[in-house]
């Protein structure tokens, strides 16, 4: 299994299954695990429409060694999930004080 893959796999799946687990009686959580939920799906929702996006834009211009593709579709729901989620937690610290 390559970096790569590891990656879409964790932003596509292993994300979301962590979202479903904190979200689960999310409304008898702190503030703070509230806010890092939100973070997670928000940033992971975004960050899959762009990887979306990207895999749907013209297949005609792909090339092999284009990286900003190869990180929009493998790294982005991964990197926009654990970034909302750290978002999330930073909001949701600043409201329990």
Do not use: C, N
Not at 36 to 56: E, M, N, P, R
């Amino acid at each position: 299994m390559t970096t790569h893959l590891a990656a879409l796999l964790l932003g596509l799946f292993a994300l979301p299954v962590a979202a479903l687990v904190l979200g689960h009686r999310l409304t008898r959580r702190p503030p703070g695990q509230r806010a890092v939920f939100w973070g997670l799906v928000i940033g992971h929702t975004l960050a899959a429409l762009v990887a979306s996006a990207a895999a749907l834009y013209e297949p005609v211009r792909w090339d092999s060694a284009d990286q900003l593709r190869g990180l929009l579709g493998y790294w982005l729901m991964g990197i926009g999930g654990f970034t909302g989620a750290a978002l999330g937690w930073l909001v949701g610290r600043k409201r329990e004080r």
